[in-house]
């Protein structure tokens, strides 16, 4: 069984930048594919970012491409999210997730993150 547990959520102005985290325990990080997904008030969970075992491959949610960028440390069993040039579209409860396929598909996501909270101000 994988734990994650995520941080590094807050308020912040738009324009701005935040660095998320995610540390797991409880697997063997290197096999897991991971990512990031988020949900807005209303609205259905939606991929922001993959990353593979070793972090050679990434891919992005369109929304994100440019602004975003995932990585992970094997080591340290953590996967971040560097998210800069922040809108108040971005604003939503954004979880990690660790899969053991690549890339992760949401309807079959093996292990979730309880989530944080980002919140964009205009």
């Known amino acids: 069984q994988v734990q994650l547990v995520e941080s590094g959520g807050g308020l912040v102005q738009a324009g701005g930048s935040l660095r998320l985290s995610c540390a797991a325990s409880?697997?063997?990080?290197?096999?897991?594919?991971m990512g990031w997904f988020r949900q807005a008030p209303g609205k259905e969970r939606e991929l922001v970012a993959g990353?593979?075992?070793?972090?050679?491959?990434?891919y992005y949610g369109d929304s994100v491409k440019g602004r975003f960028t995932i990585s992970r440390d094997n080591a340290k069993s953590t996967v971040y999210l560097q998210m800069n040039s922040l809108k108040p579209e971005d604003t939503a409860f954004y979880y990690c997730?660790?899969?053991?396929?690549?890339?992760?598909?949401?309807?079959?996501?093996?292990?979730w993150g309880q989530g944080t909270q980002v919140t964009v101000s205009s």
């Open positions: 409880g697997g063997t990080f290197s096999s897991y594919a």
């Open positions: 997730a660790a899969d053991f396929s690549f890339p992760l598909y949401l309807d079959s996501i093996d292990y």
């Open positions: 990353i593979s075992y070793s972090g050679a491959n990434t």
